[in-house]
């Protein structure tokens, strides 16, 4: 299986994976008030992006999980993702220069980060 990672030197696809990394953060950053602490993106078999990003949480959502009310955020964090999956979509598109056949968004909460997770239409 063929996996890349953004923190390899900056130029060919690295440099697209470092731009879905940053592209990703930055519209969580717009979207959520607050972004991730850190992103790494990767493509497996040319097909799968997979971007995996680190304390996600606002406050306000922190608070309800200390509250215990995980789920409640584990369905706010995917509906809003739904809502925003053109836009995430996009930025991967762009990127990558291919069209994104689906898109699905995972959260964990320990260690606390999500998964985004892109099929890729064939090159």
């Known amino acids: 299986m063929e996996q ?15 731009a879905i990394s940053n592209g990703l953060v930055h519209l969580m950053s717009e979207s959520y008030g607050r972004g991730p602490t850190k992103a790494k993106t990767y493509i497996l078999d040319d097909t799968y992006v997979c971007c995996v990003m680190q304390e996600i949480f ?14 409640l955020v584990r369905r706010t ?12 979509k996009g ?30 239409e064939d090159a």
């Open 4 to 18: 890349q990672s953004t923190q390899d030197d900056a130029s060919g696809p690295n440099n697209s994976l470092q």
């Open 58 to 71: 606002t406050t306000a959502e922190q608070t309800l999980i200390d509250a215990g009310e995980n789920d």
């Open 77 to 88: 964090r995917i509906a809003f993702q739904t809502a925003l999956a053109d836009k995430f």
């Open 91 to 120: 930025v991967v598109e762009e990127a990558l220069g291919r069209r994104v056949l689906t898109y699905q968004s995972q959260i964990v909460f320990d260690p606390p980060g999500c998964f985004e997770f892109f099929i890729l």
